[in-house]
């Protein structure tokens, strides 16, 4: 099923993990199924620990 979480879900599942890759390769992943993709960035960006995740899950999101 698609559009399934909310932004701050997936922002609380990207937290709980340990590295950068894994928490990029969520979000990425994660906002394929949520439904109130406005700022996701913002909400999701902030449990990112590089400036590199976050500028790649920034040109990811501008890809869509």
Known sequence: ???VYKRQQVA???GV???DKEKL???KF???YTYDRY???TKVS???KTNESKKAL???LDSK
């Open 12 to 14: 609380i599942l990207v």
């Open 58 to 60: 920034f040109d990811y």
């Open 17 to 19: 993990i340990s590295f």
């Open 25 to 27: 390769d969520l979000a």
């Open 39 to 41: 700022q996701y960035y």
């Open 30 to 32: 994660g906002y394929e």
């Open 1 to 3: 099923a698609s559009d």
């Open 46 to 48: 902030k449990m990112l």
